[in-house]
């Protein structure tokens, strides 16, 4: 079993930066798909990135080019830095992986990804 572990929330300014950090425990080698996943009060959770352990990455259009996703698959860890923060960013950020694939394949539908406890972040203008 796989557990996930996300760190780096906090409140920030409008333009100010966050790193959050997604730490993967339990049995595994990292061999798929993980990333990450915003909710805001009374909305839908989406999709923000994603990675697979090739470093493929995939950024949603609504923070492209402000967030970046890496992994270290030595330490099982994937991060999203977040730069030029704005209030709409201000989210329940998930950490979530896909167990059944190596890559990443409808990451940000389907149903079954294993999750994470999620970490806030507010965005103040």
């Known amino acids: 079993q796989v557990q996930l572990a996300e760190s780096g929330g906090g409140s920030v300014q409008t333009g100010g930066s966050l790193r959050l950090s997604c730490a993967a425990s339990?049995?595994?080698?990292?061999?798929?798909?993980m990333g990450w996943f915003r909710q805001a009060p009374g909305q839908e959770r989406k999709g923000v990135a994603s990675i697979d352990p090739k470093n493929r990455s995939v950024i949603a259009d609504s923070v492209k080019g402000r967030f970046t996703i890496s992994r270290d698959n030595a330490k099982n860890t994937v991060y999203l830095d977040m730069n030029s923060l704005k209030p709409e960013d201000t989210a329940m950020y998930y950490c979530a992986a896909d167990l059944d694939h190596n890559y990443c394949y409808k990451f940000f539908t389907r149903s079954d990804n294993t999750w994470g406890q999620g970490t806030q972040v507010t965005v103040s203008s």
């Open positions: 339990g049995d595994t080698d990292s061999s798929f798909c």
